[in-house]
């Protein structure tokens, strides 16, 4: 599951529950969240389209071989350029992409790492939305908003998804 | 498994040997190759003190996830510095540090890929065994010897160790 969004947008919220969930159902697990990644795998690379695409190759290369594993991947990083992912689709075979969708008004209203006010203010160059482009996915296999969703419903969304696509069995009601 | 050893040694052709055997008792296997790691999540990095130090830190991240996720991972890359397999040996827990020992003469004299030349002849620089050190393992769980085994008792030394040490079961002789 590739996760693709604005910085804020709610990536790494739904990415846990979702992982929750998935968990709960026997899965194995695993989140590769682009922050985390760019302090260990990429660490050195910087914003710039060359690096960020190394960024997002790398990021394919892990979730590939997992993927390969029987490891129900998530990965969350903003991934901004449909190049990018679309190279990462083909890496990972078995691939769902999920715009975690956000107007940047309400993002830029949220900041709650207070980074867009940073960019804003050219303290951080090359930040998506800000001084960088983020290009929608043309025909992602779900698009969640989450100005107008909860986190739950979101999930919901994508492990209804999975279901129909048959990557989980239906979930039994419980009694 | 971290196999280790001079280029030519013989570490990606045990990695091979041994992987068809653990595939054949059942377990989900992965190569991570030192030659091919360094075209892919490798890309750009040299052979500076600082580059190999990095690119052992990224294959051990890449080894711990699939670990951890019950994949038998055989890693095969010269790793020369004691300290960057110590710190692997961390990061990835589960570690079965493999010497494959073969002398310098005789790799040389091997020089299957032409390399030893070139790097006598200063075409290649910080070649290991020629113009960069190897730090060989002070307490490896197994050294093979490559210039007195075979590589099915080499394969043999490794499969015996993880059956004693409970990572896989004895095998039972075929009637």
């Known amino acids: 599951m590739w996760l693709t969004g604005l910085s804020g947008a709610g990536k790494s919220t739904i990415a846990r529950v979702l992982a929750y969930e998935l968990q709960l159902r026997g899965l194995p697990i695993e989140i590769i969240d682009g922050d985390v990644i760019r302090t260990t795998l990429c660490k050195g690379l910087g ?67 207070g980074l867009y006010e940073k960019a804003e203010r050219g303290e951080i160059a090359h930040f998506t939305g800000v001084s960088d482009p983020y290009e929608p996915p043309a025909q992602p296999e779900i698009v969640t908003q989450t100005h107008r969703e909860s986190v739950d419903e979101s999930v919901a969304k994508i492990l209804s998804y999975l279901e129909r696509a048959g990557y989980i069995p239906a979930e039994v009601a419980s009694a």
């Open 47 to 113: 914003f710039s389209r060359e690096d960020r695409d190394t960024n997002i190759a790398r990021i394919a290369l892990v979730c590939a071989l997992l993927t390969k594993h029987g490891v129900a991947v998530i990965s969350a990083a903003i991934s901004p350029y449909a190049q990018a992912r679309d190279a990462a689709r083909v890496t990972i075979g078995n691939f769902v992409e999920v715009y975690v969708e956000c107007p940047l008004e309400v993002v830029k209203a949220r900041d709650i790492k």
